[in-house]
């Protein structure tokens, strides 16, 4: 079958960084995708690794390793408005995505 | 530039009262999406259409039906609403649906409550 798995709640102090871990079993794997999401509002593209590797972004880095099927998503420098669901997706192999239940991270003065 | 836009923001609708979400994208996407999100579960696509004219059965789709008459709208309707389907919903579009890193944009979504 198909799956994600990410942890539910996380909690940081502004200025440290964060590490949120993601895996998966994807059948036909495409690619992994990580959005956020403020309470109340719509997700928001993060990044999007196909190759192994680390991605980086700013204050956000991605990594991907496909033979462990693992990811993660690290943020450098918390800041207070970094608190917010972090969500992971595979692509399947019909290029459709296959949603984690989301990490909520509280950031902590 | 609006993106994508949903309505209504948020609705109470009685159980057995048919009810049509609208989403509508002005980014040219050829493919769009509807999904519902519940407390501890990740998003779960509903519908989606890949191109104007043509539409798909996703993970959850039982209850709902879509169509795409045209490029920028993708109504998602409930012909007999139950309380299960009150949810989040979150209308999305893509450039292509056939491309792995395609990007989806997501609208602000639709709070809907059944009782």
């Known amino acids: 079958g198909q799956n994600i798995d990410q942890p539910t709640e996380m909690t940081a102090t502004e200025g440290a960084i964060v590490q949120i871990n993601c895996t998966y079993q994807?059948?036909?794997?495409?690619?992994l995708f990580w959005y956020q999401q403020h309470a109340g509002e719509a997700p928001t593209f993060l990044s999007y690794?196909?190759l192994d590797g680390l991605e980086e972004k700013g204050r956000f880095s991605s990594f991907l390793s496909r033979s462990k099927g693992y990811s993660y998503l690290l943020l450098k420098e918390l800041q207070m408005k970094d608190s917010a669901s972090y969500l992971c997706?595979?692509?399947?192999?019909?290029?459709?995505?296959?949603w984690g239940a989301g990490t909520k991270l509280i950031i902590k003065p | 530039i609006a993106g994508i836009t949903q309505a209504p923001t948020s609705q109470i609708l009685a159980a057995g009262r048919r009810m049509t979400l609208r989403c509508t994208q002005d980014?040219?996407?050829?493919?769009m999406y509807w999904y519902r999100q519940d407390l501890g579960l990740g998003l779960r696509l509903i519908h989606y259409?890949?191109?104007?004219?043509?539409?798909g059965k996703g993970e959850v789709p039982d209850g709902y039906s879509v169509s795409r008459a045209n490029t920028d709208d993708f109504p998602l309707t409930l012909a007999s609403a139950v309380p299960s389907q009150t949810s989040v919903y979150f209308c999305?579009?893509?450039?292509?649906?056939?491309?792995?890193?395609?990007?989806?944009?997501f609208g602000p979504g639709t709070r809907l409550t059944v009782l």
């Open positions: 999305a579009s893509s450039d292509s649906a056939s491309q792995g890193g395609d990007t989806q944009y």
């Open positions: 980014m040219r996407h050829n493919a």
């Open positions: 259409s890949n191109t104007a004219g043509t539409t």
């Open positions: 994807t059948s036909g794997f495409n690619g």
């Open positions: 690794n196909v």
């Open positions: 997706a595979s692509v399947d192999s019909n290029y459709q995505l296959i």
